[in-house]
């Protein structure tokens, strides 16, 4: 038999992040395994992302204003980005990184 998961359950699996948008600042939750992009996405905030999550686009990119040490190393797709764009260290994609606890976002103007 299936088990029925609580409300309760399903908010205890839940975690934020922090975002900051020309609107202000809010938190975001996720689930574990979500990306920040579909995270972002799903608190319907605005966010460009032209090739839906694929990583060959460039246009969810989101700046790390905190907790930049928890992330993972850019991958290669984002690498190439970042060189062809000639990116600042703290930019990131954010459908090529999973959501964590502990950062600030901000999506960028530029």
Known sequence: MFRSRKPSDHQSSLQTFRLETSDGVRSVTFESGETFLE????????IDNSCGGMGSCG?????IVAGGE????PGQLETEIFQDRKWKENRRLSCQN???TGVTLKIPND
Do not use: Q
Not at 39 to 46: F, G, L, P, T
Not at 59 to 63: F, G, I
């Open 98 to 100: 999973l959501a964590v």
């Open 59 to 63: 246009t969810c990119r989101v700046d």
């Open 70 to 73: 928890r992330f993972l190393a």
């Open 39 to 46: 995270a972002i996405k799903r608190a319907e905030v605005e």
